[in-house]
Antibody
Framework: QVLLQESGPGLVKPSQTLIVTCSVS??????????WSWVRQLPGKGLEWIGY???????YYNPSLKSRVTISMDTSNDLFSLILTSVTAADTAVYYC?????????????????WGKGTTVTVSS | QPVLTQPPSVSGTPGQRVTISCSGS????????VNWYQQLPGTAPKLLLY???QRPSGVPDRFSGSKSGTSASLAISGLQSEDEALYYC???????????FGTGTKVTVL
């Protein structure tokens, strides 16, 4: 079973850039058929989809975050990263990485089948 | 800003059947598949149902899903104490061009 493990800085100062990395084991992100995505959960709140990347390098982002978000990947080491610029306290959250199954069979389908345990990021001076 | 609306909480006694509704629109629930995630206290979300009503390996058949028009539902039959968790519906939204989650429902076993 594929495993995902997030790692992050824990604490980031306002206006700085947040980088969170997801390490994938027991699978290769170079294999097609899956997207690799990020989701966050604000304190006491629900889930917010951030975006995904495909092994080809194609990425897609939540329009509400698009101006500040980049998702990159290191296929040699089966890692992918979330880069969020100009952070504020509103970006304080638990950040999850997840694998996405997608395709088309009369309807387009997209679902997150494997999740990491999450990493907590606090934005504070 | 969640665009899928769920009741904040539902409760039931052990063995009871409870349902959670997920109200969306033509750009998400009606035109795309709905998935459900379960988040046990202090843990990451876990895929519970995909493509409206398909169960991943290991998910008990007590959990079932349905969809009609712009609404979807998750039913839990034979409620058990270990079902106490947050439940989220989700779907791709063609209007917003993104994946959207529901507001979440806390299930309490009395």
């Amino acid at each position: 079973q594929v495993l995902l493990q997030e790692s992050g800085p824990g604490l980031v100062k306002p206006s700085q850039t947040l980088i969170v990395t997801c390490s994938v084991s027991r699978a290769s992100i170079r294999t097609g058929g899956y997207y690799w995505s990020w989701v966050r959960q604000l304190p006491g709140k629900g889930l917010e989809w951030i975006g995904y990347i495909y092994y080809t390098g194609t990425s897609y982002y939540n329009p509400s975050l698009k101006s500040r978000v980049t998702i990159s990947m290191d296929t040699s080491n089966d890692l992918f990263s979330l880069i969020l610029t100009s952070v504020t306290a509103a970006d304080t959250a638990v950040y999850y990485c997840a694998r996405v199954v997608f395709g088309y069979d009369t309807l387009y389908y997209y679902y997150l089948d494997v999740w990491g345990k999450g990493t907590t990021v606090t934005v504070s001076s | 800003q969640p665009v899928l609306t769920q009741p904040p909480s539902v409760s039931g006694t052990p063995g009871q059947r409870v349902t959670i509704s997920c109200s969306g629109s033509s750009s998400n629930v009606e035109s795309n598949v709905v998935n459900w995630y379960q988040q046990l206290p202090g843990t990451a979300p876990k895929l519970l149902l995909y493509i409206n009503n398909q169960r991943p390996s290991g998910v008990p058949d007590r959990f079932s899903g349905s969809k009609s028009g712009t609404s979807a539902s998750l039913a839990i039959s034979g409620l058990q104490s270990e079902d106490e968790a947050l439940y989220y519906c989700a779907a791709w939204d063609g209007g917003l061009n993104g994946y959207v989650f529901g507001t979440g429902t806390k299930v309490t076993v009395l």
